[in-house]
């Protein structure tokens, strides 16, 4: 897959699998749902390779879907305004470091996207960070200025040209984002991982309630809705993230993301590995399309899968 436009800086965001995670896209996907969008990679994606007709973007966070949608359905506005509010930053250390610490109490107030877009571009790893008040928190990267606006510019009008007129926004629970979801249509979901914001609890996902979570899976699988969940991971020996249930019947194939920075740091040779599931109602269509497979537009990716195991869940899915 080409070079694909990503204004967003997004901790966690899926632009690096997005071909693997495409590879299990059935042919004929009218609305591509994504429930938990955060940076919409996945729709970002689909679009560019026409694996989806239409597109269901959503978010709890508001701001992020606001910018999302200023970004698709006036790209020219948020173009002009993240320049502005970039230039603005300077070119000395200290100067930038308060700017950036005066939009950052702008966004608290306002809400404005370009502001956001702003603190995801030059904040520490692009995470979002909240305090208990729901104030944005997190601190600057110090080491760079953020992407500069000519190149933010590129990858705005590029995701504006992918999406607009065929997506529609919105900022609600999943569980309400998918409810109108049919078995023509695909739901693609990647929640907030357990374990990696030192959430505690095993029931919750860092707010998300495991039980629910599940239950709500079981019942797409009795609407017949066909989806795909990017949930729990490994890390060398280290599992993070519980288990799906068996009753849920879903297909699970494992992702070999690369190695960890931090096992690199301490020079040993773990591999992160991200799961995906498929639900039965997708894998039922994808072995219906079986003997369509080689006019599929994505067949070629499913070499990227880069385990031998992966290829071998592959070749029971199809
Ligand atoms: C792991 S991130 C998704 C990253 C995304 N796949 C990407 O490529 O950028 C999870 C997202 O779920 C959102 N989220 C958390 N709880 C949610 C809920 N109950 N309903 C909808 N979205 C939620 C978070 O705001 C966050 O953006």
């Known amino acids: 897959m080409s070079r694909l436009p990503h204004p967003i800086q997004y901790q966690g965001s899926k632009r690096n699998l997005a071909s693997r995670i495409?590879?299990?896209?059935?042919?004929?996907?009218?609305?591509?749902?994504?429930?938990?969008?955060?940076?919409?990679?996945?729709?970002?994606?689909?679009?560019?390779?026409?694996a989806a007709k239409d597109f269901a973007i959503n978010d709890l966070n508001q701001p992020l879907v606001r910018l999302l949608q200023g970004i698709v359905e006036n790209p020219c506005v948020i173009a002009e305004e993240y320049a502005a509010v970039w230039s603005n930053q300077g070119d000395e250390l200290a100067q930038s470091l308060s700017h950036f610490n005066a939009v950052r109490d702008a966004f608290n107030r306002t809400h404005a996207p370009e502001l956001l877009l702003y603190l995801l571009a030059r904040c520490v790893k692009g995470a979002v960070r909240y305090n208990r008040q729901g104030l944005f928190n997190?601190?600057?990267?110090?080491?760079?200025?953020?992407?500069?606006?000519?190149?933010?510019?590129?990858?705005?009008?590029?995701?504006?040209?992918?999406?607009?007129?065929?997506?529609?926004?919105?900022?609600?629970?999943?569980?309400?984002a998918i409810q109108n979801a049919t078995a023509s249509d695909l739901v693609y979901m990647d929640p907030p991982y357990q374990g990696v914001s030192g959430e505690r609890d095993g029931r919750y996902l860092s707010g998300l309630d495991f039980e629910l979570f599940a239950k709500s899976l079981a019942q797409l699988n009795e609407r017949d809705i066909s989806y795909i969940v990017s949930y729990d991971g490994k890390l060398g020996d280290y599992s993070y993230g519980q288990i799906l249930p068996d009753s849920l019947e879903l297909?699970?194939?494992?992702?070999?993301?690369?190695?960890?920075?931090?096992?690199?740091?301490?020079?040993?040779?773990?591999?992160?590995?991200?799961?995906?599931?498929?639900?039965?109602?997708?894998?039922?269509?994808?072995?219906?399309?079986?003997?369509?497979?080689?006019?599929?537009?994505?067949?070629?990716?499913?070499?990227?899968?880069?385990?031998?195991?992966?290829?071998?869940?592959l070749e029971a899915v199809y």
Do not use: W
């Open 251 to 313: 297909e699970r194939l494992e992702l070999v993301v690369g190695r960890s920075s931090t096992a690199t740091l301490l020079g040993r040779n773990d591999v992160t590995i991200e799961s995906l599931y498929l639900s039965r109602a997708l894998v039922a269509r994808l072995s219906k399309s079986r003997h369509r497979l080689g006019a599929h537009k994505h067949t070629a990716s499913l070499n990227l899968f880069s385990t031998s195991h992966d290829l071998e869940t």
């Open 22 to 50: 495409l590879a299990c896209f059935p042919a004929d996907v009218q609305t591509l749902y994504e429930p938990f969008a955060g940076s919409a990679a996945i729709s970002i994606a689909a679009a560019a390779e026409g």
């Open 138 to 176: 997190q601190s600057p990267d110090k080491r760079r200025k953020g992407t500069r606006p000519e190149t933010m510019r590129r990858n705005i009008y590029g995701v504006s040209l992918l999406l607009k007129g065929r997506s529609r926004f919105l900022s609600v629970d999943y569980l309400e």
